[in-house]
């Protein structure tokens, strides 16, 4: 038998057979920092939600020792309504989504800072247990919602290396795979609170 005729043949397998396992590589190792991500983006979601969830206890403790304080329950409310009216798809996130979400968490953020500073003005309400609980429950969830803020970012540091290296980027591209934004620092965080006694 004559290896030598065969040799060509041979050589367009190895040659193919190498393209594919470089090409599927770089989808499969893509992949699952994809799903890292999404799982990462859920947990982001599930702090937003526990957050969402504790408003409306928040407000009706609040609503039974403040009742002249309706304009700031109303805000919270409102702030709350629009943050879960947006909703994100982790493999489509796009930068102006992911700032619009931060925008209107921000906005549930600050409208709840508003509510805890007008708590000051009532004694019994800081002194009530269920307010307290609530209010310790509220710092509890804001920490979770950093940590998996940071954690999202995290995870996508390394999705974005992977697709954003040559030649990985080409084949990104032709699979579909886009780069993922990450959380930013809200608008006027780099400036000190103004603190008022």
Do not use: C
Not at 93 to 120: D, H, M, R
Not at 162 to 178: D, E, H, Q, S, V
């Amino acid at each position: 038998m004559d290896f030598k005729k065969f040799l060509p043949w041979i050589v367009v397998v190895v040659v193919i057979f190498a393209i594919y396992s470089w090409a599927s590589g770089i989808y499969n190792k893509a992949m699952p920092l994809e799903q890292d991500v999404k799982e990462s983006w859920g947990n982001v979601n599930t702090s937003y939600q526990r957050r969402n969830d504790l408003i409306p206890n928040l407000v009706n403790t609040v609503k039974g020792y403040a009742e002249h304080e309706k304009s700031t329950l109303t805000a919270v409310i409102e702030a709350r309504a629009k943050a879960t009216s947006i909703t994100i798809d982790p493999k489509n996130i796009t930068p102006e989504q992911l700032a619009a979400f931060n925008s209107a968490q921000s906005g549930v953020s600050s409208s709840l800072s508003k509510l805890l500073v007008s708590v000051e003005q009532y004694p019994n309400l800081k002194a009530d247990a269920s307010f307290m609980k609530l209010q310790d429950e509220l710092a509890s969830t804001e920490n979770q919602i950093l940590t998996a803020r940071t954690r999202f970012n995290e995870a996508v540091k390394p999705y974005n290396n992977n697709i954003n290296t040559f030649p990985r980027n080409i084949l990104a591209g032709m699979y579909g795979l886009k780069e993922k934004p990450y959380f930013e620092a809200v608008a006027g965080a780099d400036k000190p609170a103004e603190v008022k006694f």
